[in-house]
């Protein structure tokens, strides 16, 4: 839908009405989307003849909007998918393997339901950590192992790799090419134009505060170089601190 290229969204959990979060931390809750946005943002989408789409799809270059959905928690097969396939739509489901069988995410064999209805399942690591904190063993754990360990559970092969956090560097994209992916989201922030490495995917978050006129600006690949900018702020704040202190300072921001 972009005007210059294809506009790839990040989603997490979907928020059902009585239905406790997977996490009740606010870093986490931020990115648990209610029912009710999910489907008015998909309406707006098939209304203004825009189909959703996913990774694989989006590296061949159909027009769309490339949706993604992080973790592999329990509400992308029982509510996000179902809807995705009414509108005919398609999405990209990456899956932290060691979050399979734990509560509010999917079982394996919900996991295989989930790519025999079709739908693209990428990989997101196996226990979620900032893939740059690691060394050269925990990167390949992380990476090539969690792609075999996928690979086994759901029957079919896994070619796309989702960054923890999305952080990654050249150490990242090496580890990933040499297992066989064959794209790379980050946390890069833009809109994704042929021609771009598919090895540092650009993708934008969707919040539970977003409103229904900023989703379709989000949608347009306008104004996306302000959300870098700010990104770009937070970025050096954290390299300035450290991971950790910086995660501790984002969640006593969040509570207030």
């Avoid at 809750?29 to 959703?52: C, D, H, I, K, W």
């Avoid at 809807?83 to 069988?101: D, M, R, S």
């Avoid at 690691?134 to 390949?140: P, S, V, W």
Wanted: proline share 5%; aromatic share 8%; glycine share 10%.
């Amino acid at each position: 839908m972009g005007a210059r290229g294809t506009v790839c969204l990040m989603y997490h959990e979907i928020e059902l009405p009585g239905r406790p979060l997977c996490d009740s931390d606010p870093g986490y809750a931020r990115y648990a989307v209610s029912m009710e946005n999910f489907r008015r943002q998909m309406s707006f989408l098939q209304s203004s003849g825009t189909p959703g789409i996913s990774i694989s799809q989006m590296l061949s270059r159909p027009p769309g909007v490339t949706l993604t959905f992080d973790d592999g928690c329990e509400t992308d097969l029982v509510t996000a998918a179902p809807l995705l396939k009414q509108l005919g739509f398609q999405a990209t489901f990456y899956i932290t393997v060691g979050f399979l069988e734990k509560p509010g995410f999917m079982s394996k064999q919900q996991a295989r339901e989930l790519a025999q209805a079709g739908m693209d399942i990428g990989c997101h690591s196996i226990t979620h950590p900032y893939l740059t904190d690691l060394d050269e063993a925990g990167l390949k754990h992380e990476i090539a192992d969690a792609k075999k360990t996928l690979e086994d559970i759901i029957g079919t092969p896994v070619l796309h790799y989702s960054c923890p956090g999305g952080r990654w560097d050249q150490r990242v994209v090496r580890v990933a090419r040499e297992a066989g992916y064959k794209s790379v989201a980050t946390s890069r922030i833009g809109v994704n134009e042929q021609g771009d490495d598919p090895f540092a995917l650009a993708r934008t978050a969707v919040t539970r505060e977003l409103g229904d006129s900023d989703f379709q600006v989000l949608c347009s690949g306008k104004g996306l170089w302000k959300r870098q900018a700010r990104k770009r702020a937070l970025g050096f704040a954290q390299r300035l601190i450290g991971n950790s202190a910086y995660d501790r300072f984002r969640a006593i921001l969040l509570k207030n």
